[in-house]
């Protein structure tokens, strides 16, 4: 089989099956494929051997193409403005966004809590651990103020 017959194949296997920019597109790839690796010293029969059967190679393509271009999808796409009944992707992305953000707020309120508690709990310790202090100081401090009072009098 030669570069010509295998494009010719393909070409007949794909046309009306995809649009003109898809049919375009696979014809251009595989004949730049083709001559890229005959110019980097493969011969044309070896390429082509790699590559197979031209009709199962747009068996898959068909597949894919089936796939991607979803008319489903497209009519309800093109009638629709409201994305919610539109079938397309954006209403779930919108309502996974949605979900996201509330986890998002639920962890930041959860992550303040948190912060909040621990600064409690290392303030009412420092408290904890300084009371006897600040108790001795307070009663020495007044000790001292009634000793200068009866002094000064």
């Known amino acids: 089989m030669s570069k010509n017959e295998f494009m010719d194949?393909?070409?007949?296997?794909?046309?009306?099956?995809?649009?003109?920019?898809?049919?375009?597109?696979?014809?251009?790839?595989?004949?730049?494929?083709?001559?890229?690796e005959t110019a980097s010293g493969r011969s044309e029969e070896e390429v082509l051997d790699e590559l197979g059967d031209p009709r199962l190679i747009a068996k898959t393509i068909l597949q894919t193409y089936s796939l991607k271009d979803d008319p489903i999808k497209r009519q309800y796409r093109e009638s629709s403005t409201n994305t919610y009944h539109s079938g397309g992707d954006d209403y779930y992305d919108d309502a996974n966004n949605g979900r996201m953000d509330r986890v998002k707020r639920i962890l930041r309120i959860i992550l303040l809590v948190i912060i909040v508690l621990s600064v409690l709990a290392f303030v009412s310790r420092v408290l904890v651990a300084a009371l006897p202090f600040l108790l001795t100081l307070i009663v020495v401090w007044s000790i001292v103020r009634i000793i200068y009072q009866f002094i000064d009098r």
Not at 20 to 32: A, H, K, V
């Open 9 to 36: 194949g393909l070409g007949k296997s794909l046309k009306g099956k995809v649009d003109d920019n898809e049919y375009r597109s696979q014809m251009e790839f595989y004949s730049s494929y083709i001559s890229s």
